[in-house]
């Protein structure tokens, strides 16, 4: 167990539809990351947040948005789905401090299948 | 452009023997490199890490070497055992706090 709870494990939907991931980092960790890792493919990086504040980004699509509220969790949203977004995203999150080595700590995914 | 690459999908090798994994990367400014090791049905967990200011990181059956003047990682596994099977994941940990991943390789270690 990482310590990093991601809810729903399981998610299918139509497409056109809107979608909530939810991430509880580990406790103490400030950072969340999400990534998505769509069939075969390796994980694509989507955005990361430190302390509610969004830290870097990446190849996260305009209909995708996040966020990290003052209890530290995460959501990321998914809206105007299409058949293309059927992924594992996965949420991860890093122990705070300097000397870090980039070590993430992942939740067991969200697998999300757009009909 | 910051890129990691696993150019093998797949790799098998017998029971007792090495497993070599290999990464490649396109930028010079990544700070560490990280393996990550996945089964299925869960998240990647990390294996081991290397500081891009060495060339040799050692934990029990796993060592990482880094060259950078080929800008090549490599992930030593022996000997190799059965659990070991698994997809592994190079990545790579940018100045600006980005961790961004290879593809992966798919490691059958066979009995």
């Known amino acids: 167990d990482s310590g990093v709870t991601q809810t729903p494990k399981h998610l299918i939907t139509a497409t056109g539809q809107r979608v909530t991931l939810r991430c509880s980092p580990r406790?103490?960790?400030?950072?969340v990351y999400w990534y998505q890792q769509s069939l075969d493919q390796g994980l694509q990086f989507l955005i990361q947040?430190?302390?509610?504040?969004?830290?870097a980004k990446g190849n996260i699509l305009e209909r995708f948005s996040a966020q990290q509220f003052p209890d530290l969790h995460s959501e990321l949203n998914l809206s105007s789905l299409e058949l293309g977004d059927s992924a594992l995203y996965f949420c991860?999150?890093?122990?705070?401090?300097?000397?870090?080595?980039?070590?993430?700590?992942f939740g067991e995914g969200s697998r999300l299948t757009v009909l | 452009d910051q890129q990691v690459k696993q150019n093998s999908p797949s790799l098998s090798v017998q029971e007792g023997r090495i497993s070599i994994l290999n990464c490649d990367y396109t930028?010079?400014?990544?700070?560490?490199f990280l393996w990550y090791k996945k089964y299925p049905a869960e998240g990647p967990t990390f294996l081991i890490s290397?500081?891009?200011?060495?060339d040799k990181n050692e934990d029990g059956r796993f060592t990482v070497f880094l060259n950078k003047s080929a800008k090549h990682l490599s992930l030593h596994i022996v000997p190799s055992q059965p659990g070991d099977s698994a997809v592994y994941f190079c990545?790579?940990?940018?100045?600006?706090?980005?961790?961004?991943f290879g593809p992966g390789t798919s490691l059958s270690v066979i009995p």
């Open positions: 990545a790579a940990l940018t100045s600006y706090d980005k961790v961004i």
């Open positions: 930028n010079s400014m990544f700070d560490y």
């Open positions: 290397i500081s891009s200011i060495k």
């Open positions: 991860a999150s890093r122990p705070p401090g300097q000397g870090n080595t980039g070590e993430l700590f």
């Open positions: 947040y430190y302390n509610g504040e969004e830290r």
């Open positions: 406790s103490g960790d400030l950072s």
